[in-house]
């Protein structure tokens, strides 16, 4: 049974305005962590000041919450792609291929987290004597400036008119 015959219109835009909200909140969490690895931990990277342990240790906090954050971002996408879609017949094919290039950018950042999580465990259990290495900040770097894109590109397609 679709979504619009169990929910009243006021529920239906309560329910997308809240969906939207959890979408645009893990954005928030997810890009201001990166920015954070960037912007304030990488510095520290070339001092031993904090110690490298500490580092190390606060960024794989950030990592554990990641992947929570990555599984929100595509529940709550799907809904809103379901949202904007209600209510028309079909969407302009350019609304189509520049969604498409946004799926296909966050499932690109998505690979990266979880294929450097992997990199991080292997790593870990190869040598235990050696000291915590520091955070992988290329992986953060790749990962802002797609998340960059991708926000331009959401704020391009919540403007399209259609």
Avoid at 47 to 57: C, E, Q, W
Avoid at 67 to 81: C, H, Q, S
Avoid at 144 to 159: E, K, N, T, W, Y
Wanted: no cysteine; glycine share 8%; aromatic share 12%.
């Amino acid at each position: 049974m679709p979504l619009r015959g169990i929910l009243k219109e006021t529920d239906m835009s309560f329910f997308a305005t809240a969906n939207h909200w959890f979408h645009l909140t893990s954005v928030v969490f997810w890009m201001g962590g990166l920015a954070f690895q960037l912007f304030v931990i990488a510095p520290f990277t070339v001092s031993d000041n904090p110690p490298p342990a500490y580092l190390t240790a606060l960024s794989n906090r950030f990592n554990k919450i990641v992947g929570p954050i990555i599984l929100i971002l595509i529940a709550t996408g799907g809904v809103n792609i379901g949202f904007r879609r209600a209510g028309h017949e079909a969407l302009p094919p350019g609304y189509i291929s520049m969604l498409g290039v946004k799926v296909f950018l966050v499932a690109s950042i998505a690979s990266i987290h979880f294929f450097g999580m992997i990199r991080s465990q292997l790593d870990d259990r190869t040598d235990t004597n050696q000291p915590p290495t520091l955070p992988r900040l290329g992986y953060a770097r790749l990962s802002f400036a797609l998340g960059v894109l991708i926000i331009f590109i959401a704020s391009m397609l919540r403007q399209w008119k259609f």
